[in-house]
């Protein structure tokens, strides 16, 4: 049997042609729904952990050179909208789908979310209605048109630092529910998070059909 040795340069470039594409793909990647959420629940640490959460798993996809922000908005004093905090767009997914060209088109009929479209940061699809285990519910804390609730009844977990009892607001990625109207097929203020655990906890979160993902876009 003829053995083929091959020097370390020369598998080095082997191994980079192979995951090149994937890479260079991604690097230009401005979208994404986590693969993972934090595992507290609705409990991010606030917007600052919910961006280093989406930061951390760009990075890992080779897009980290970018500024990544959590789609969430935030209640009371100093109320952030959501809309206000994800840059100006165009947004790509990892497979070079632009999903929305403006944050108006974003919050329009016209985007192209979608499960197909709503890719992780890893280019997958994400577990929506009708897999196991559906992952469809997505926090957001906002308004259909990614803005912040008013201050009278918690939707946003306490600005994302409680995974005991409450609520947050939660869109479907999938667009499905149990129901085919606008709030059943809406991407990002579908429904709160509910359960006899409580709903900002990760149990509570999974009983309904989610994980405490959430949707990351680059900013710049």
Same mark, same amino acid.
């Given at each position: 049997?003829?053995?083929?040795?091959?020097?370390?340069?020369?598998?080095?470039?082997?191994?980079?042609?192979? $995951?090149?594409?994937?890479?260079?793909?991604?690097?230009?990647?401005?979208?994404? $729904?986590?693969?993972?959420?934090?595992?507290?629940?609705?409990?991010? @640490?606030?917007?600052?952990?919910?961006?280093?959460?989406?930061?951390?798993?760009?990075?890992?996809?080779?897009?980290?050179?970018?500024?990544?922000?959590?789609?969430?908005?935030?209640?009371?004093?100093?109320?952030?909208?959501?809309?206000?905090?994800?840059?100006?767009?165009?947004?790509?997914?990892?497979?070079? $789908?632009?999903?929305?060209?403006?944050?108006?088109?974003?919050?329009?009929?016209?985007?192209?979310?979608?499960?197909?479209? +709503?890719?992780?940061?890893?280019?997958?699809?994400?577990?929506?209605?009708?897999?196991?285990? +559906?992952?469809?519910?997505?926090?957001?804390?906002?308004?259909?048109?990614?803005?912040?609730?008013?201050?009278?009844?918690?939707?946003?977990?306490?600005?994302?630092?409680?995974?005991?009892? @409450?609520?947050?607001?939660?869109?479907? +990625?999938?667009?499905?529910?149990?129901?085919?109207?606008?709030?059943?097929?809406?991407? +990002?203020?579908?429904?709160?998070?509910?359960?006899?655990?409580?709903?900002?906890?990760?149990?509570?979160?999974?009983?309904?059909?989610?994980?405490?993902?959430?949707?990351?876009?680059? $900013?710049?």
């Amino acid at each position: 049997m003829t053995v083929v040795r091959i020097s370390a340069p020369v598998a080095a470039c082997i191994a980079l042609l192979c $995951v090149a594409p994937v890479s260079a793909r991604q690097a230009n990647m401005t979208f994404f $729904v986590t693969s993972v959420g934090l595992g507290k629940g609705a409990d991010l @640490g606030g917007l600052a952990g919910a961006d280093k959460h989406c930061q951390e798993l760009a990075q890992s996809a080779g897009a980290g050179a970018k500024t990544w922000h959590a789609y969430l908005s935030t209640q009371g004093a100093g109320a952030v909208n959501a809309r206000d905090r994800i840059g100006k767009g165009p947004w790509m997914n990892a497979k070079g $789908v632009v999903v929305a060209t403006s944050v108006d088109d974003l919050h329009s009929a016209n985007n192209k979310l979608s499960k197909q479209n +709503n890719l992780s940061e890893k280019g997958d699809v994400i577990n929506g209605r009708g897999d196991k285990p +559906n992952r469809h519910d997505i926090l957001t804390g906002s308004t259909s048109d990614g803005k912040a609730f008013p201050a009278d009844k918690d939707m946003t977990c306490k600005n994302y630092t409680s995974s005991m009892q @409450g609520s947050v607001m939660l869109g479907h +990625n999938d667009r499905q529910g149990t129901t085919d109207d606008e709030a059943g097929r809406s991407w +990002n203020s579908s429904h709160p998070s509910r359960g006899s655990e409580g709903g900002c906890s990760q149990a509570g979160l999974v009983s309904t059909g989610g994980a405490g993902l959430l949707y990351c876009f680059a $900013v710049n």
